[in-house]
């Protein structure tokens, strides 16, 4: 298997895991991880982000405090959302939740039942551990730009280890409280969080994958 074979695998395997087992990982494991992360390209070598990783105690007060503020606060994200999801955009990620609420068998059109999905983002899906990625607020985009490929790194290197992810965004829509709870001073945006932890296979969230476009629908070729 050449190297290319190796990384194409590794991408391939790489999914958001929406159920995870209450199985801490070892200190060793998640070094290896954030090590391998860590070798991430970046604008200048910048290397604008910062990592917060929680396990055991951590975790759940972490978990408990954020599912109690959602209930009543706002979303207010350091880094604005899409202003909207249109054309092909849309319907992909129309077609992911479909995906989705087929699997755990939620009705399309069902609000409550959607929007109880939506709130396991807040329980963390169960994961044992939380990573909050964080930029220097005054690199703006090309600083949660690099931060897009530490992330992309970190949950390649995650599953090379047989650990699970998903890049939450739902985290940072909560960025102000994310800054108060773990202290995060105001000259820093909150990008995302990753839960990570071990997959439960038996999670019906789980049982799903994504497709991508194909390359004549996403690149342009110049001769």
């Known amino acids: 298997m050449t190297e290319a074979d190796t990384l194409e695998r590794l991408m391939r395997a790489r999914h958001s895991c929406r159920g995870f087992l209450p199985v801490a990982l070892n200190d060793a494991v998640v070094d290896r991880i954030l090590t391998i992360a860590q070798l ?6 910048a290397q604008p982000w910062q990592i917060i990783v929680t396990r055991g105690a951590a975790t759940e007060r972490f978990r408990a405090a954020l599912q109690a503020h959602v209930t009543a606060a706002a979303p207010h994200p350091d880094i604005p959302f899409p202003a909207e999801y249109s054309g092909v955009y849309r319907e992909r990620r129309r077609a992911c939740a479909g995906q989705l609420y087929g699997v755990v068998g939620i009705a399309m059109g069902d609000r409550l039942a959607s929007t109880g999905q939506a709130a396991e983002n807040f329980r963390l899906f169960g994961a044992p551990h939380v990573a909050i990625v964080t930029t220097a607020a005054a ?9 897009g490929a530490y992330v992309a790194a970190f949950m390649l290197a ?3 280890r047989g650990v699970a992810t998903i890049a939450q965004a739902s985290i940072a829509a909560h960025a102000g409280f994310v800054r108060t709870h773990f202290d995060i001073p105001t000259t820093r945006h909150v990008v995302c969080g990753i839960s990570f932890g071990l997959a439960d296979p038996d999670h019906p969230a789980n049982g799903f994958r994504t497709s991508r476009a194909t390359l004549s629908e996403v690149v342009t070729r110049h001769t």
């Open 139 to 147: 690199l703006g985009p090309y600083g949660a730009m690099d931060c």
């Open 40 to 45: 991430s390209a970046s604008w200048c070598n």
């Open 158 to 160: 995650a599953t090379a």
